[in-house]
């Protein structure tokens, strides 16, 4: 039996297509591909070129928006008697994909891979709540996310110059949208989410989160320190969507980083916009902070700056908020121009010490609907996302014009509207914590409760 880890032309993300196997984005396969190999099974590498002279090839999702380039290479690949068997941190709501796989495994694959195949070998199948097969899948049968309790066991050799050793598994901070926290256990041996070299390159001293650091801001190292994140414009959208970054926690970093004697350089602030109940007086809560910060201290002779790069909200399957609305608003360069009246080049405050810029970086709202989709989209979609996948003038279109498609061929308000735990569309998928029991409800008006 002939296996591959299939590898594509191109990549949903411009860095994938240089960092391909070798970096982040792909451990996962290749811990998968360990397993198999570790088993006595030979795995090779393919491309679309190939593919079909396998028997079952392997494929890495690593986020929603890996589904649409994977589908428009799959839709041109041989005709051939392979079984594709997809995982990674993507594979979350699975119905508008049936087409395009086998079998999928939802969360960790290191238990999972060895058993399936060797199923497959036998002429079986290997059944598991964390394995779903597409001829069999129903929103009535319950999928569960698999999860690890300890980091994998075994060094990898990513290539000739690295090595991987896994450091941490999840976050343990509680977004109620996130999959970090919710699709992940958290093990680690720090008390904190931290960024590893071993995964990450090298950043762990340079990106530490707010919500760490307010338990002990002396261990800030201010000359290193790059990116850190608020997630979210106010207090009350922070703490209602269960990230407890107060006004006071904001105010004292700041402060402290303007008062600190070492050269300033420019820091990026992680956020989130297009929160239910969210508008415009949230938003002017972050500018009201960078204004008495910069009021509290005495005038730098070389300024602070903070790039804001706000990310639409997008609550992802399995998670406590996985039936809340998301906003259908473009809000790239809307920010800065709200917040920066009278200001020019995305600026949304210009200080004594400190001065502040949007971030051009924030997803279209095309980029939006497209998460929508994959998150709760659904079977009888699956014909209009062929089409879309094979049409490349699609992708080379505008931003306008691919809200125009999407708008025209997927029902829009259904996707970005509210659901409860009936009509959620992934409501099959469970993870190891109860989330269910906050489906359909609204964190924003009712109180967190840790240990959902």
């Given at each position: 039996m002939k296996i591959c880890a299939y590898v594509?032309?191109?990549?949903?993300?411009?860095?994938?297509?240089?960092?391909?196997?070798d970096t982040r984005q792909f451990v996962g396969l290749r811990v998968v591909v360990d397993c198999l190999e570790r088993a006595g099974y030979q795995v090779d590498y393919a491309g679309i070129a190939t593919v079909h002279e396998y028997d079952i090839v392997l494929v890495s999702l690593t986020a929603d928006c890996d589904w649409w380039t994977y589908i428009a290479e799959r839709l041109r690949w041989r005709k051939g008697d392979y079984k594709v068997l997809i995982g990674g941190a993507g594979v979350l709501h699975i119905a508008p994909f049936l087409p395009w796989f086998y079998a999928v495994m939802f969360g960790r694959g290191e238990d999972l891979i060895v058993?399936?195949?060797?199923?497959?070998?036998?002429?079986?199948?290997?059944?598991h709540e964390s394995i779903c097969y597409a001829d069999t899948f129903t929103y009535n049968k319950i999928y569960r996310i698999a999860q690890a309790d300890h980091p994998y066991c075994h060094s990898l050799r990513l290539s000739?110059?690295?090595?991987?050793?896994?450091?941490?598994?999840g976050c343990n901070h509680k977004c109620l949208f996130c999959g970090y926290t919710w699709h992940r256990k958290f093990a680690s041996p720090y008390k904190h989410y931290r960024m590893e070299d071993s995964l990450f390159g090298?950043?762990?001293?340079?990106?530490?989160a707010m919500l760490d650091l307010k338990e002990n801001p002396d261990s800030i190292d201010w000359a290193r320190?790059?990116?850190?994140?608020?997630?979210?414009?106010?207090?009350?959208?922070?703490?209602?969507?269960?990230?407890?970054?107060?006004?006071?926690?904001?105010?004292?970093?700041?402060?402290?980083m303007l008062r600190y004697s070492g050269k300033p350089h420019q820091l990026k602030f992680y956020n989130?916009?297009?929160y239910p109940t969210e508008t415009e007086d949230d938003w002017r809560e972050f500018l009201e902070e960078l204004q008495l910060a910069d009021n509290a201290v005495a005038k730098?002779?070389?300024?602070?700056?903070?790039?804001?790069?706000?990310?639409?909200?997008?609550?992802?399957?399995?998670?406590?908020?996985?039936?809340?609305?998301?906003?259908?608003?473009?809000?790239?360069?809307?920010?800065?121009s709200t917040l920066g009246e009278g200001l020019k080049g995305g600026l949304i405050y210009q200080g004594a010490s400190l001065w502040s810029v949007e971030s051009m970086g924030t997803d279209s709202l095309a980029a939006v609907m497209l998460s929508a989709l994959a998150h709760r989209g659904a079977i009888e979609d699956c014909e209009n996302i062929a089409r879309l996948c094979a049409t490349k003038r699609f992708w080379r279109a505008s931003s306008s014009v691919k809200e125009a498609t999407l708008a025209k061929y997927f029902?829009?308000?259904?996707?970005?509207?509210?659901f409860d735990a009936e009509t959620l569309p992934s409501r099959y998928l469970r993870t190891y914590a109860k989330v269910e029991k906050m489906w359909g409800k609204s964190p924003l008006e009712i109180q967190y409760r840790e240990g959902v």
């Open positions: 594509q032309e191109t990549y949903s993300k411009s860095t994938y297509k240089n960092e391909c196997m058993p399936l195949v060797q199923g497959i070998h036998n002429g079986e199948r290997y059944e000739d110059k690295r090595n991987f050793s896994e450091g941490a598994i090298g950043i762990a001293d340079k990106e530490r320190l790059r990116t850190t994140a608020i997630d979210g414009f106010s207090e009350r959208l922070r703490v209602g969507v269960g990230k407890p970054i107060t006004r006071d926690i904001i105010s004292n970093f700041l402060v402290t989130i916009c297009g730098r002779e070389k300024q602070w700056s903070i790039v804001l790069h706000s990310t639409p909200f997008r609550p992802m399957p399995a998670t406590p908020m996985a039936c809340a609305p998301m906003s259908k608003r473009n809000y790239r360069g809307l920010i800065g029902n829009m308000d259904k996707l970005f509207g509210s």
